[in-house]
């Protein structure tokens, strides 16, 4: 599904303020923690912890909130 230029497939549980960047993209059965950042274009694979900021393909934690 696209909402808003970010697509997920499956699954997906996002965490209250959490921002996703346009075009990013998050697989199946992913959580994406609570006042998480995921850069734009960024490719979640893996769960993103809360209160961190995630970029890159794969997307990787670069800082914490």
């Known amino acids: 599904m696209t909402i808003f230029g970010v697509t997920t497939a499956g699954n997906v549980?996002?965490?209250?303020?959490?921002?996703?960047?346009?075009?990013?993209?998050?697989?199946?059965?992913?959580?994406?923690?609570?006042?998480?950042?995921?850069?734009?274009?960024?490719v979640v694979i893996n769960d993103v912890p809360p209160n961190v900021t995630a970029v890159g393909v794969p997307a990787r934690v670069i800082k914490n909130r």
């Open 13 to 42: 549980i996002i965490g209250k303020n959490t921002w996703l960047g346009i075009g990013s993209i998050v697989s199946n059965n992913i959580a994406i923690g609570q006042n998480a950042i995921v850069g734009a274009g960024a």
